[in-house]
C-alpha cells in the first residue's frame, strides 16, 4: 500500500512539474522589425525546464547552439534546416543560438536559462561578420536585465 501511495505522489509532482514548465517559440524569419535573418524572439529568459521550440516561418534556416555558448555540462542542440523542433533546456546559463547558414549576417539569439552563470566565458567567443555585433546587443540586455 505505502509503495502504492508513494507511486502516485510521485507521479503527481511529475505532472506538477510539467505543467509548470513553460514553452518558447522562436520563430525564424528572413526578415523582421530588426532587419533581415533574424530570430524573433532574439532573447529568452526561461526557468530550468522549459522548453523552446523553434519555428521556420521561412525556409532555409535551422538553430543551433554554438560552442563555447553553453553552460557546463549541458548538451547543445542542432535543429535541421526548414524543420520545426522542441528542446528542453535543463541547466542554468546561458545558450547563444545561430542559424548556420545565416550567422554571418547576424542570425543569432540567447536564450537565458535561471541565472546567466556562463556569460563571460561565453561573451568571449568570437564570431564572423555581424554576429558578433549582434550579440555584443544582446549581452548588453541581458546584463541590463539582471
Same mark, same amino acid.
Do not use: W
Given at each position: 500500500?505505502? !509503495?502504492m ?25 528572413? !526578415?523582421?522589425?530588426?532587419g533581415?535573418?533574424?530570430?524573433? /524572439? ?5 526557468? /530550468? ?9 521561412d ?17 547543445g ?20 543560438? !545561430?542559424?548556420?547558414p ?16 556562463n ?8 564570431? /564572423? ?18
Amino acid at each position: 500500500m505505502k !509503495k502504492m501511495i508513494l507511486a502516485a505522489t510521485c507521479a503527481l509532482l511529475a505532472t506538477v512539474g510539467a505543467a509548470i514548465a513553460e514553452e518558447h517559440v522562436i520563430e525564424m524569419h528572413n !526578415k523582421g522589425e530588426k532587419g533581415v535573418m533574424v530570430f524573433v /524572439p532574439d532573447i529568452v529568459r526561461a526557468a /530550468p525546464g522549459d522548453t523552446v521550440r523553434f519555428v521556420a516561418v521561412d525556409k532555409g534556416h535551422n538553430a543551433e547552439t554554438i560552442k563555447g555558448m553553453v553552460p557546463e555540462n549541458a548538451d547543445g542542440f542542432k535543429g535541421k534546416i526548414n524543420e520545426e523542433f522542441t528542446v528542453t533546456l535543463e541547466k542554468e546559463g546561458i545558450y547563444g543560438v !545561430k542559424c548556420a547558414p545565416h550567422y554571418g549576417m547576424g542570425m543569432v539569439a540567447l536564450i537565458t536559462v535561471g541565472e546567466p552563470v556562463n556569460t563571460a566565458e561565453a561573451e568571449t567567443v568570437k564570431h /564572423p561578420g555581424k554576429a558578433g555585433k549582434v550579440f555584443a546587443e544582446l549581452f548588453g540586455q541581458v546584463v541590463a536585465s539582471n
